[in-house]
């Protein structure tokens, strides 16, 4: 698994935040037993594509990738809530994947 921490520079205006995120979701919460990474990731990416929150999924797509999902599976994650999330959900959380699978490609 990937080791997940809020964003250093944000601890300048939001300590407390920052500290929180760490200790509690990133050190609690995504390390419980119940729930392999790879399954708490695609989890995340579904929530964060049916919620619309772009500024987040960026991240956790490459958190995805890196904890085993692939750009297919995840591919089919976001075709799948298409249905259930709305069109355009899906198809910015597809042009998102499609950024990183390109970058991934070209490094």
Known sequence: MVK????QELAGIAP???EVTDRVLF???????????RDRSMVT??????????EQL??????????????????EV?????????????MTAINLLKKIADERAAA
């Open 58 to 75: 960026d991240y956790h797509l490459r958190v995805a990738l890196e904890n085993g999902l692939s750009v297919e599976e995840l591919s």
């Open 45 to 54: 990416v579904s929530v964060l594509a049916a919620l619309y929150r772009p």
């Open 78 to 90: 976001i075709t799948h809530l298409a249905f259930y999330a709305g069109w355009p959900n899906a």
């Open 4 to 7: 997940q921490s809020a964003p």
């Open 16 to 18: 407390k935040l920052v």
């Open 27 to 37: 050190s609690d919460v995504w390390e419980r037993p119940a729930l392999s990474p």
